[in-house]
């Protein structure tokens, strides 16, 4: 049976930065609860359903601030195994998309750059794009996937639509906007979008 996306993972309220300064215990980051049956984690009076099925590493690419140089971190994320179906939950901190390299902020910065301040494709990958190769600048398939993703609800769902005669630079501005309006506070859309970008993963 194939799992849908984003099926088994959830998002913890403890940001990327702060986890990857000090990796959460497992009561920390508990997932309230299973990610399969939606079994309680702790029930009142009785044993824990959810128990702590140990770290696996995960790769984080793209800027960890909005002026950031591109890089690639590891972090550790914590899962869980439900002692009453099986299924494992994995937790993520927030501002990771889930099965996605780069982090949610990142790819939020690239629709900013590209959609919003109209930077080329290269010069969009020169800020988020840790692979330095030395291939044409201009042939970058991962923003148009992203930008793709997008449209088919598998990334960022709370973007509207884009009719069909939207170029991929005006779905790229409408998705930046929409992850700008979510960020808290003030600030350059650019920091707005990696802001917001985090919030909506
Ligand atoms: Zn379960």
Do not use: N
């Amino acid at each position: 049976m194939g799992r849908l996306s984003g099926e088994g993972i959830v998002y913890s309220a403890i940001d990327v930065k702060k986890w990857a300064a000090e990796i959460p215990s497992v009561e920390m980051a508990r997932p309230a609860c299973c990610s399969r049956c939606g079994a309680a984690s702790r029930p009142p009076g009785s044993a824990l359903a959810l128990e702590g099925h140990g770290l696996r590493e995960r790769q984080v690419r793209g800027p960890s601030a909005p002026l950031g140089e591109p890089e690639t971190r590891t972090i550790w994320v914590r899962r869980y195994r439900c002692r009453l179906c099986g299924g494992v939950t994995t937790v993520l901190p927030r501002g990771l998309a889930a099965r996605r390299h780069y982090s949610a902020s990142a790819i939020g910065l690239s629709l900013c750059l590209y959609g919003m301040l109209r930077l080329s494709v290269g010069a969009t990958r020169q800020r988020v794009c840790t692979w330095r190769v030395s291939f044409d600048p201009e042939r970058w398939t991962t923003l148009p996937r992203w930008i793709r993703a997008i449209g088919q609800g598998r990334l960022f769902p709370l973007v509207r639509a884009c009719p069909s005669t939207f170029t991929l630079r005006e779905r790229a501005e409408r998705a930046a906007a929409t992850l700008c309006a979510l960020a808290l506070g003030a600030g350059s859309s650019e920091t707005l979008a990696f802001a917001g970008a985090a919030l909506a993963a």
